[in-house]
């Protein structure tokens, strides 16, 4: 048995994705988080952390800076200096962040994590938005993607890992889209958070930033350890910038609207890079596992059909042949909770969350093929 087949009750706890559905009998496999308890190194440096007792304002320390750095040298042969990062409470607001702190119009490509879509909106600025290509594959479309950017367009929100399609992008397709930036003179703020979570053993992650030093001067990265580690509800994030000028424009839009990052998600996010990996290698496994149990589900339904996951814990699925009215509903009504792919710009696409103990995710695997066949 793997720890990670414990059901842990999260029904009556404050959990977003299970209190959406309280006292419904619909198993949540919608928002994205893992229903597994994080790593015991992490509860051990919360545990300690709180019986500190005294819990003022707080900031980084050298330790878990260089927590960082040695974990994003190990993991991806990335080096950076201490003082390109960047603490943030959360992705979203690094995202929200970078469209305040480059002017102009902004890029991405759909379909795309909603909050990519209202960021800019939020920001006052104008969305301009290029289709991946699905040929059972997700790619970039080359000659959509040269007319989908305008004088204008400043500012290009990259999803590395891709959520939802579950692309770990390649050097190759980074390259072009680092070529695409600089030929357009373009800010890259690539949204790394599911960096951890690259499940081919044959793939590896490759920051955007570290193709070469012209691409990390107009990079924003954001990362986290929360996606992977699954501590997300803690707040704890950062942006990678190494040009001294995007850095100093970034600190200047968040200030006075950004808090600190709390002290306990700090306290997690070095024991995570210090003292993760075995877990982080177990979770991999298993999520493999999962994503199996997800592809002979989908496989064996007809007018459904979706493609490789690389990475992540979210598999994209299309279900338009079915012909339903509201999918998220019809999927609802037979016991699952899915996000609709709407919210992504693709009406007519789910998304189902596998980062769940297996006797969870079988049954919701069979309510998937009981909503498949009365469509
Ligand atoms: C691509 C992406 N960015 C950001 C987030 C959320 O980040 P945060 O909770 O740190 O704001 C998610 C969560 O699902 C995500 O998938």
Redesign the pocket.
């Known amino acids: 048995m793997s720890r990670f087949d414990e059901i842990i009750d999260r029904r009556d706890s404050d959990s977003e994705k299970w209190r959406k559905y309280a006292g419904r009998d619909i198993l949540p496999l919608w928002?994205?988080?893992m229903d597994f308890a994080a790593p015991p190194a992490v509860l051990a440096a919360l545990h300690r952390r709180i019986e500190h007792g005294v819990l003022g304002y707080g900031g980084p320390w050298p330790s878990l800076v260089a927590s960082v750095l040695a974990h994003l040298e190990s993991e991806y042969d990335w080096q950076i200096e201490a003082e390109w990062i960047v603490w943030?409470?959360?992705?979203?607001?690094?995202?929200n962040v970078a469209c305040r702190a480059v002017e102009g119009d902004v890029l991405t490509a759909t379909p795309i994590?909603p909050?990519?879509l209202s960021a800019p909106r939020l920001s006052g600025r104008a969305l301009h938005r290029v289709e991946l290509a699905f040929d059972g594959r997700w790619h970039w479309d080359k000659s959509a993607l040269e007319t989908a950017s305008t004088a204008t367009t400043r500012l290009f929100l990259l999803?590395h890992p891709?959520?939802p399609v579950g692309r770990c992008w390649s050097r190759d397709e980074l390259s072009m889209l680092a070529d695409y930036a600089e030929r357009h003179d373009l800010v890259v703020c690539s949204?790394e958070?599911?960096c951890g979570l690259v499940l081919d053993q044959d793939k590896r992650h490759i920051p955007f930033a570290s193709l070469s030093p012209e691409t990390a001067r107009r990079t924003i990265t954001?990362m986290?350890p929360?996606?992977t580690f699954n501590i997300?509800g803690l707040?704890c994030?950062f942006a990678v910038i190494a040009d001294p000028a995007l850095r100093r424009a970034f600190i200047r839009a968040q200030q006075g609207i950004v808090p600190h990052v709390n002290v306990l998600g700090l306290a997690a996010g070095e024991a995570a890079y210090r003292h993760g990996s075995e877990w982080h290698a177990e979770l991999l496994d298993y999520l493999r596992g999962n994503r199996e149990r997800v592809i002979v589900a989908v496989d064996a339904e007809k007018g459904v059909k979706m493609g490789p996951v690389e990475a992540?814990y979210?598999a994209w699925i299309d279900v338009r042949e079915l012909g339903l009215a509201d999918p998220a509903a019809h999927f609802e009504a037979h016991g699952l909770g899915l996000s609709n792919g709407a919210d992504f710009g693709a009406p007519g696409w789910l998304r189902l969350n596998f980062g769940c103990p297996r006797a969870t995710l079988d049954e919701a695997l069979l309510r998937f093929s009981r909503g498949c066949r009365a469509a």
Do not use: E, W
């Open positions: 928002v994205a988080d943030l409470p959360g992705l979203v607001t690094g995202l994590y909050p990519f999803c891709h959520n949204d958070i599911h954001l986290a929360s996606k997300p707040g994030a992540t979210l």
